[in-house]
Structure formats: structure tokens, C-alpha cells
């Protein structure tokens, strides 16, 4: 395979979105660009008043490319021509997998409320803006490191490789981070199929990145796409804004919970599969550290959602839709948090112990921060929300009721980039610790 095949990136487009309003200038809100730094690795309970000191106050617009310098993310063609160059290097922490861990929705720092969304920073939640003149732009690009959709080839881009992934937490170890993961990954993506931006399967550039690094972890987020996860919750919130019946009463959970055997056993042939081609590009079991890791519930039980987002009768016109971003019948928060959750997490601890891997729960890293949770706000006109980590909301809220467009749809219901970086530090606690289960605790 030649190198510059490896990786193709979708082309920088630097246009406006769609939206019915004009564009207001926040004068009190400077639009500048954030250098994000992985968390530390300091103990817990310092962890969010970390992200007030680590990210300055020159946050967003990002009016120039993000420099990752030494932590900057390698592609796989990266890896191989340096290959060629200088031999083996650093040792790397490769990625693998689907949406939760490529670093979907790290564009943002949290979600807007109504009065900051025609704004041009979103009240300092969008990580893409900046200003030509008096206009206001949005460019992905910068964030999504190449892999933003691209609107005119949708089905053939959208990896959406953010600067803030989880696997930017390895540079703590410290190792060199390869994120070879694609949003709407499934496991045929891994095994045996190219996907968008990825011209060749998952599996494969890890075997090339292999070849050109010594790979010291491996961490793979799988299954949710098997699983169509994105699906059941795009029925459920059609559910709730139609004002029919719930998912949890129509027994779509329960066809979900009867596909996770299948799922497992796709699972367990995908590191299978990690496992050959790490083999064949000459690595030994015991040279690096395989992880397999779970998801978080990006929503809280329906008695924890906030109170001026009430379930009103259901509808396209409730707060929960337009403001909250939260279309779902409580007892659909229920079925996800209480039930699919925490089901989809023990069947991956089972495959991981079935094929004697680590394994990673992230089931509770959203505790205290999902979306519409109490305790959680969304940002304001005038506001740095990158500064508001312990206030704001850490998975990206749903805008398809919304009246003003912000970025895209694929993104909702993802951890935002201070999830992606609070993950980061569990990914790397669990690397460095020698049992094998890790779980990463609520923030």
C-alpha cells in the first residue's frame, strides 16, 4: 500500500453554515485560538479546576491551524514516512474504533442556550469559529484535523478526528497518539472494509503504523455502530417530537438487547484481528498493552433531568426539544441510562475477559455532566465556556429541532472536548494500571 494512500483527508472548506438569522459580534468575547492540552494526571478531585488554568483565555475561532507540536496526532502515513527516515521513533498509542473514541463532538466546549446560538462564538462553545472581517465563519477542519464532513462528498467523509480525542490523554504516559478511528465505524471497518476517510480497513493501518512505530497501547471503541445505537436514539427523540409512544414502550430496547451476543462475537474478532496484524508487523504480545473500552450513557435517568426541561406532553415545541436539545420521554432516559447502558458495558467486559484484554469502563465518565442533567447549565452570549467545565454540559445536545443550525447532526449525543480530554486522562490512568479492569470514575 503506498503511504499516501493511507489516510486521505477531505479538503479545508471555510464557509458559513446555514442559518435564517444575521450574525452578531460578541465585543465582550474574544475570538482567538486554544492550544487544548490533554488533562493532567493529578489526582481526581483537582481534575476540572485543571481545565481553568491549562486552557487560557484565548479560546476559540481558531484563527490559525491548532498546533499539536509534539503532541500532534500521526497519521499512519505519517508513521510510515518516518519510517523511512529515521527508523522506529517514540513509541505510539494507536486508536481504533467508532465515533466515542475518534473524538466526534470535539468541536465544542459544551452547548449554547437559545440567546448565545445566533451568536458567532455560541456563547465560546464553538471551537471552529472565527472572523473574516465583520463576517462570521465556521471552518471543522480545524478541529476535525482534516476529517470534517465535507458537504459535498458526505458519504466518503465525516471521520471527525478531533485535536482533543481521548487518545491525546497517551501523551501524558508519555507515547505519541495515532487516531486511526472513524466516526460510524462497525467492526467490518476494523476487520475487513475501508470507510470514509480510511482507504483501507482500520485493521490494516494499524498493521502499517506497526511497521514504521513500536506501539506500546492499543485502545479500540467498538460495537456501538454493530449495535446502531445512533439509530435507536434518532426513533427515540422522533418518538417523543411526533408525540407517540416511547422507545422503552415499543420495545425497542428490547431488540437492542437481543442483538449483543451477535455484537460480542464481532467484537471478539476484531482484536482477533488486532492481535494478527500486530503479529505480522513482528510485535510480541507482551510489547504493548491492548484495551478494549465501553461507553459512557451520554444521558441521566429521567428523574435527574433538569426541571425547565419538563416532558410537557411531548412535541416540537417544548423547551426539551428547542432549548434543552433533549427530545426523549423520560422513560426513554430510563432505558438508556438504566438499562442499554449498562448492558452493553457487561457485554464488552465479557468479551475482554473471554480474550484476555484490559478492559475500560467508561460507563460512568458522564455522570454529573450528560446532557440536560441538574447541576449542568449551557453558556450564554458572553461567555467563555471554555472556562466553565464543572458548570457546563459534557455531551453535545441535539440541534434537528433547533431554529438555528449549529454544526452537524452526526455530532449529537458525543462527548464534547471536555469529555474527549477527561477520558483521556482515564485512557491514560488505565494504561498504567496493571489490573484488568479500570474505571473511569464520574468526573
Known sequence: ?????????????????????????????????????????????????????????????????????????????????????????????????????????????????????????????????????????????????????????????????????????????????????????????????????????????????????????????????DLNVSGFLRRCTELYMAKAGSCASTGEGDRMLQQLPQVAANVGKVIDRVRQVMQEAGSAPDAYKLILQSYPSPVPPGAKVRDIFPEDGGGKATKRTLAGGCPLWNADFDLMHDTLAPAIDKMLQGVAERKKVSFLSMLHALEGHALCENGTRQAGPREDASKLAEEMEWVRYGTAGMKISQGFQQESLHPNAFAQQYQGRCLADAYQDSSATHVCPPA
Open 1 to 225: 500500500m503506498q503511504p499516501g494512500r493511507v489516510l486521505a483527508t477531505a479538503p479545508s472548506r471555510t464557509r458559513p453554515e446555514g442559518r435564517s438569522e444575521p450574525i452578531h459580534q460578541v465585543s465582550a468575547v474574544p475570538v482567538q485560538a486554544p492550544t487544548p492540552s490533554p488533562p493532567s494526571s493529578a489526582p481526581r478531585k483537582t481534575v476540572l479546576s485543571m481545565f481553568h488554568t491549562r486552557i487560557s483565555a484565548a479560546f476559540l475561532a481558531l484563527a490559525t491551524p491548532v498546533a499539536l507540536g509534539a503532541m500532534g496526532t500521526l497519521t499512519a502515513a505519517a508513521a510510515v514516512d518516518q519510517r523511512h527516515h529515521t527508523g522506529l521513533q517514540a513509541p505510539v498509542a494507536v486508536s481504533l474504533g467508532d465515533s466515542f473514541i475518534s473524538g466526534e463532538a470535539g468541536r465544542w466546549w459544551g452547548n449554547a442556550d437559545l440567546i448565545a446560538a445566533p451568536f458567532c462564538t455560541r456563547g465560546g462553545t464553538d471551537r471552529a469559529a472565527y472572523r473574516v472581517a465583520a463576517v462570521c465563519r465556521y471552518d471543522p477542519t480545524r478541529v476535525y484535523d482534516g476529517t470534517a464532513v465535507d458537504r459535498d462528498s458526505p458519504t466518503t467523509t465525516g471521520c471527525h478526528r478531533s485535536d482533543v480525542a481521548e487518545i491525546h490523554g497517551a501523551g501524558q504516559i508519555p507515547l505519541t497518539p495515532v487516531n486511526l478511528a472513524c466516526s460510524g465505524a462497525e467492526s467490518r471497518h476494523i476487520l475487513s472494509e475501508p470507510y470514509k476517510e480510511n482507504k483501507e480497513p482500520q485493521a490494516r493501518l494499524l498493521q502499517d503504523a506497526a511497521s514504521a512505530q513500536q506501539v506500546k497501547l492499543i485502545v479500540i471503541s467498538i460495537g456501538g455502530n
